[in-house]
Antibody
Framework: QVQLVQSGAEVKKPGASVKVSCKAS????????INWVRQATGQGLEWMGW????????GYAQKFQGRVTITRNTSIGTAYMELTSLRSEDTAVYYC?????????????WGQGTTVTVSS | DIQMTQSPSSLSASVGDKVTITCRAS??????LNWYQQKPGKAPKVLIY???YFQSGVPSRFSGSGSGTDFTLTISSLQPDDFATYYC?????????FGQGTKLEIK
């Protein structure tokens, strides 16, 4: 079945970087864009950015510009989100999600989430 | 950035009730509006896309409407499985911002 499987939980110190992976299966990885969304504990959803896996083109929310990089490895159908210069406010669950076909950028398949904890 | 404002932030209702959640955009977004349901500890799940179209497999008690700046999600007859948090998201322009969420609780 179509699914996105993310890497496991991470604990990082302030100032460090984290790289979360998102492995696609059950569909052709290069056909659908991947988005990244995060959610701090007890808070709402925050959109971070997107990537076209075929071309590698990306777009990021201004809030994360300069700190986030989304990449992919098409040979293994995996997307990555790297966030640098971590601070305590980056403690959150990070989700990857597939954009379905069509014009409306619907996030129709989600990963299970990866908890990133930033603590000294 | 386009701001999305949902109301109410929380709502108590009973099984069988009809409930309506509203979402307002800070500028016109045509019908580039999607609704998601999220349960504790789980990833969100899309219910409605393009303001009023059902995602495959979503029960018909869910419906969406609106265009421009004002949108609604209606659940015609609440079922126990519907108690969750609901988010709207605009996909008219990046960043694809979400509303702050509406937590639907059992009365």
């Amino acid at each position: 079945q179509v699914q996105l499987v993310q890497s496991g939980a991470e604990v990082k110190k302030p100032g460090a970087s984290v790289k979360v992976s998102c492995k696609a299966s059950g569909y052709t990885f290069t056909t659908y864009d991947i988005n990244w969304v995060r959610q701090a504990t007890g808070q709402g959803l925050e959109w971070m950015g997107w990537m076209n896996p075929k071309t590698g083109n990306t777009g990021y929310a201004q809030k994360f510009q300069g700190r986030v990089t989304i990449t992919r490895n098409t040979s293994i159908g995996t997307a990555y989100m790297e966030l640098t210069s971590l601070r305590s406010e980056d403690t959150a669950v990070y989700y990857c999600a597939r954009e379905g076909s069509g014009l409306f950028h619907v996030l129709d398949v989600w990963g299970q989430g990866t908890t990133v904890t930033v603590s000294s | 950035d386009i701001q999305m404002t949902q109301s109410p932030s929380s709502l108590s209702a009973s099984v069988g009730d009809k409930v309506t959640i509203t979402c307002r955009a800070s500028q016109s977004i045509s019908n580039y509006l999607n609704w998601y349901q999220q349960k504790p500890g789980k990833a969100p799940k899309v219910l409605i896309y393009a303001a009023s179209y059902f995602q495959s497999g979503v029960p018909s008690r869910f419906s969406g409407s609106g265009s421009g700046t004002d949108f609604t999600l209606t659940i015609s007859s609440l079922q126990p499985d519907d108690f969750a948090t609901y988010y709207c998201q605009q996909t008219y322009s990046t960043p694809y911002t979400f509303g702050q969420g509406t937590k639907l609780e059992i009365k």
